[in-house]
């Protein structure tokens, strides 16, 4: 009978790239693992990996034995979430990540929040404009925004966030307002992160290419753009609502506007039932929306 112990071990070379990476997780010795994982092959008579000096690479073989065998480690996870959920107190490492400027800014001061309630858990976040890998990179929970791609992640949403095209008075004193997503083409669009726009056009949404010739990972330095002119930007709620109230900020292509850009907490299946995922996610549902909303009526210092 193949012992589970090499199963561990094959799953988390293939996970994290290497064999030391892999002892490290499971703290235990290199050479105990690569003797767990040659054990495994010569148990199943076939060869699961191709090793080199430098790099690991999974055989025909390994590759399809490596989807059963995370398959059923995701449900010896789940049983174990299941049990977790019945406990009154969360507890463990909580293992979180967002986008940069978002997290710092409505993330990080609400998990700080949660966790002075909860002193037990234990807390590694990461803030990265980075799509990281959900499932792969053991988070428990991704904070994403936006209209999500299907996939079989869970997701829930923690709040609404609605995003728009603006510009200052400034940039549109000698440039027509565009009426069409089709114009933005004639206009100088301040990028951010990505240099995709996201649209509701006919019903159907759209993500559109910009160009410019300005571009930051960073809202408040692409709402500081704006407001001196230098282009227009998409920018959510929370930043210009203020400005586009004092006519600092003026609102085009409004009958445009995407109107499923939420706040979504992102999970794998197998972890929405532990207590410490559950009660942070409803604690969220809770506090980020008023928290948006104040931020609608304070303005952004730049």
């Known amino acids: 009978m193949v012992q589970w112990d090499g199963i561990e071990a094959f799953i988390e070379v293939v996970r994290l790239g290497t064999f030391a990476a892999a002892a490290h997780q499971l703290n235990v010795s290199n050479s105990h693992v690569s003797r767990q994982v040659a054990q495994l092959e010569q148990q199943l008579g076939l060869p699961l990996l191709y090793r080199?000096?430098?790099?690991?690479?999974l055989t025909d073989a390994g590759?399809?034995?490596?989807?059963?065998?995370?398959?059923?480690?995701?449900g010896f996870r789940e049983a174990e979430a299941a049990l977790q959920s019945q406990q009154a107190s969360p507890h463990g490492v909580l293992r979180l990540s967002c986008a940069t400027a978002f997290g710092e800014r409505f993330i990080a001061p609400l998990v700080n929040d949660f966790l002075c309630l909860h002193p037990q858990l234990e807390l590694r976040l990461h803030?990265?404009?980075?799509?990281?890998?959900?499932?792969?990179e053991g988070y428990d929970v991704v904070i994403r925004m936006g209209t999500l791609q299907d996939s079989s992640l869970v997701a829930r949403r923690l709040a609404n966030r609605r995003e728009f095209v603006v510009a200052s008075p400034d940039y549109f004193r000698d440039r027509p307002h565009p009426h069409s997503v089709a114009e933005l083409s004639h206009h100088r669009c301040l990028i951010g992160s990505r240099d995709l726009w996201r649209f509701d056009i006919e019903g159907v949404h759209r993500e559109v290419r910009v160009q410019g010739t300005w571009q930051a990972n960073s809202g408040p330095a692409l709402l500081d753009a704006a407001l001196k002119g230098l282009?227009?930007?998409?920018?959510p709620d929370y930043y210009v609502m203020p400005y586009l109230a004092s006519g600092r900020l003026i609102e085009v292509l409004t009958s445009f506007v995407c109107k499923d850009a939420g706040v979504w907490a992102v999970m794998p299946q197998h972890r929405q039932h532990a207590a410490k995922v559950r009660q942070f996610i409803d604690y969220?549902?809770?506090?980020?929306?008023?928290?948006?909303?104040?931020?609608?009526?304070?303005?952004?210092?730049?």
């Open 63 to 74: 590759e399809r034995y490596y989807v059963h065998c995370r398959e059923l480690l995701d």
């Open 127 to 136: 803030l990265t404009n980075r799509q990281v890998d959900v499932i792969d």
């Open 52 to 57: 080199t000096t430098r790099q690991i690479h």
């Open 284 to 302: 969220m549902v809770e506090h980020l929306p008023a928290q948006l909303d104040r931020a609608s009526t304070n303005p952004v210092e730049s």
């Open 231 to 235: 282009g227009l930007a998409q920018l």
